[in-house]
């Protein structure tokens, strides 16, 4: 079984442009979560689908936005980059999100660099 | 905030010896888990304890929980260099929502 395919796997940007990340969940999996990650704040929640829908949502800007298909992968965008926003973002993947006693599977990550 | 606390922030053991971090959380919660973490990568799910569960083994883990305590520990048994990474326990308040821990770095020399 595949695992949670995040991709790219790193990414350069420059303050002010966008990016779309990506993440394929492990098959069957309807809820994908994505997270940011940096020294500073640690791991910190961004969003989480389920079934096409966004079901809870982190303590982040409109800048962050999100969406899932009807396939279940996920993408994550993020616009006006801003210096802060370089970090590693995790994807991670369930049967049915945080409702139920699940577990999550991450994906390797991608490694954002804004310039 | 919401997010669990853990200590030591770092632990540095020789191979062999017993590893052992901790976590505090403010919330009640419906489960607890324990993710590792190697050098930046994704994070790999080690075990899951319910609320209603007080110790769990799996292999060289063992897992308590006081929820009266509002903590958890987690204990590594006979430390390898392998078991180098970060270590964040997890857990779910309310719904579809994981909140983590700030990470334990354990560094094990051979």
């Known amino acids: 079984k595949a695992g949670v395919t995040q991709t790219p796997r790193y990414l350069i940007k420059t303050r002010g442009q966008q990016v779309t990340l990506s993440c394929s969940p492990i098959?069957?999996?309807?809820?994908v979560s994505w997270y940011q990650q940096t020294p500073g704040q640690g791991l910190q929640f961004l969003f989480e689908?389920?079934?096409?829908?966004?079901?809870n949502k982190g303590n982040f800007p409109g800048r962050f936005s999100g969406r899932q298909f009807s396939n279940s992968r996920s993408e994550m965008n993020v616009s006006t980059l801003e210096l802060g926003d370089s970090a590693l973002y995790l994807c991670a993947s369930s049967f049915t999100g945080a409702t139920r006693v699940d577990i999550q599977y991450f994906g390797a990550g991608t490694r954002l660099s804004v310039l | 905030s919401q997010q669990g606390e853990e200590d030591p922030q770092a632990l540095s053991i020789q191979e062999g010896e017993n590893a052992t971090m901790n976590c505090s959380y403010k919330?009640?919660?419906?489960?607890l888990q324990w993710y590792r973490q190697n050098s930046g990568r994704g994070l790999v799910h080690l075990i899951l304890?319910?609320?209603?569960?007080r110790e769990k083994h799996s292999g060289r883990l063992r897992v308590t929980l006081d929820t009266s305590k509002k903590s958890s520990s987690l204990l590594i048994t006979a430390s390898r260099a392998a078991d180098t990474a970060s270590y964040f326990c997890a857990f779910t308040s309310g719904t579809y929502k994981y909140i983590f821990g700030t990470g334990t770095r354990l560094k094990v020399l051979a």
């Open positions: 098959s069957g999996h309807r809820s």
């Open positions: 919330t009640s919660i419906n489960n």
């Open positions: 689908y389920f079934s096409e829908t966004q079901r």
């Open positions: 304890i319910r609320s209603n569960e």
